[in-house]
Every structure is written in structure tokens, then in C-alpha cells.
């Protein structure tokens, strides 16, 4: 079964470097998502991306952070100076977008900024 | 804006008992879909069963029914002959609809447990 698959499944970085997480989304899905889950809270929207750019954004998507779809496969969430509130989990998802489509998400790479 | 409350942050069942998970939503919206997540300590984020607002009738998957109440925006969900496998993070969530799937409304979630 297709799967959306994410990399690395654990990612430590020291407070101000970049971090840039991998998502591979599923092949046919059209739709794609980040979302961030601090330990112990809600999951939260960050942003949708379709047709090579971002179609909605929350609040929590500053300036420091941006999405891209390089090469047709990848999409990859960076942050651009972390900080330390930014350690939580991140999970992709990606959706076909039809109305009656569900939103599959991957496995989640877990953020720790020391 | 829409919101998802799950009032119950811990629960906890005996292996083959059933047990209730609630939510409430508020919405402006009349045409969403709800859905229920399951988080097991693996962390991914697995769906359980979805409803669209617009149908009556209660979605069920297996083990897995919902009891959705438009009205009083309610979306509770029922999970009977509870199994060792079914411990984990449930998270209610809400879609309005219109827009694509992936931009969902989580609620707090709740932790469930069972018991051997």
C-alpha cells in the first residue's frame, strides 16, 4: 500500500541552524501538508502546498519557515533559524484532493532544537 | 473558525468492553466532514473512520461507530470488543468542506489505555 514516508525520523539541531525535513508524499496525491505536534499537545495545521506553491498558511508559518517541491517527489519543510519552542513533531501529509479523499499522513520526524 | 474539543484527556477499558470517546465541534460551516485519528505510541497518525455532515446516517468500521449528532455538534465515537491494540492517542478532527481534505481541525485528543 502507498505510503507517505519521512525522513529523518529524529533530527537534532543546535538553536539558529537551519533544519530542512524530507517528506515523500504519495505519488498520485496532488495535495500536500505539514503539520507540528508539540509533546503533549494538539496537532496544528502549518500549510498546504498545490500546484508548486502554498494555497493556505496558519499563523504558525512565519517568515522562518518555507516549503518547496524541488524535484516532483520530495517536499521539504525548512526552518530557517530554529528556535527553541520549535521542537515538536512534524508529520507530512498528502491528499489526492478530491472531495471524498482522505489526507494520509507519514510517520513523523521528531524536532529537538538543544 | 472552527474548533474541536475532546473533554476527556484520559480513558480507560477492559479488554473486550466497549468505551466512548467524546467530542463537540463549533462550526459555521453546514457542508464538513469529521473524522476520528488514532495516534498509537508509533506516533502515526492512523485514520479510524470519517463522517460526512450531510448523511444521517452514523459511519461505522468494524469495531469502530460513530454517533453524530448535527445539531448539537456532537461526534462521539464508540469502540466495542476494545482490543490490546486499540491503546493509543484518539484525535477528533474536522474538515469544512470545499477545500481540499489535508487542512484539518484537531481537538486536544485523548489518551486511551486498555486493559489486559
Known amino acids: 500500500e502507498p505510503e507517505v514516508t519521512q525522513t529523518p525520523s529524529h533530527q537534532v539541531t543546535q538553536m539558529g541552524q537551519e533544519v530542512i525535513l524530507r517528506c515523500v508524499p504519495i505519488?498520485?496525491?496532488?495535495?500536500f501538508y505539514w503539520y507540528r505536534q508539540i509533546l503533549g499537545q494538539k496537532v496544528e495545521f502549518l500549510v498546504s502546498?498545490?500546484?508548486?506553491?502554498?494555497?493556505?498558511k496558519s499563523e504558525i508559518f512565519d517568515d522562518q519557515f518555507s516549503v518547496e517541491r524541488p524535484d516532483g517527489s520530495n517536499f521539504t519543510l525548512k526552518i530557517r533559524s530554529t528556535k527553541l519552542e520549535d521542537s515538536a513533531m512534524y508529520f507530512c501529509?498528502?491528499?489526492?484532493?478530491?472531495?471524498?479523499?482522505?489526507?494520509?499522513f507519514g510517520q513523523g520526524t521528531r524536532l529537538t532544537v538543544v | 473558525a472552527q474548533t474541536v474539543t475532546q473533554s476527556q484527556p484520559e480513558m480507560s477499558v477492559q479488554e473486550a468492553e466497549t468505551v466512548t470517546l467524546s467530542c463537540t465541534y463549533d462550526?459555521?460551516?453546514?457542508?464538513?466532514?469529521l473524522f476520528w485519528y488514532k495516534q498509537p505510541p508509533s506516533r502515526q497518525m492512523i485514520l479510524v473512520i470519517r463522517?460526512?455532515?450531510?448523511?444521517?446516517q452514523n459511519a461505522t468500521e468494524n469495531r469502530f461507530s460513530v454517533n453524530f449528532q448535527k445539531a448539537a455538534k456532537s461526534f462521539s465515537l464508540k469502540i466495542s470488543d476494545s482490543q490490546l491494540g486499540d491503546t493509543a492517542m484518539y484525535f477528533c478532527?474536522?474538515?469544512?468542506?470545499?477545500?481540499?481534505?489535508?487542512?484539518?481541525?484537531f481537538g486536544q485528543g485523548t489518551i486511551l489505555t486498555v486493559h489486559p
Open positions: 501529509a498528502s491528499s489526492r484532493g478530491e472531495m471524498n479523499t482522505e489526507a494520509f
Open positions: 505519488s498520485n496525491h496532488l495535495y
Open positions: 502546498f498545490y500546484n508548486n506553491e502554498i494555497s493556505e
Open positions: 462550526t459555521s460551516e453546514s457542508n464538513y466532514y
Open positions: 463522517q460526512e455532515a450531510y448523511k444521517q
Open positions: 478532527a474536522f474538515i469544512a468542506g470545499g477545500t481540499s481534505y489535508g487542512k484539518l481541525t
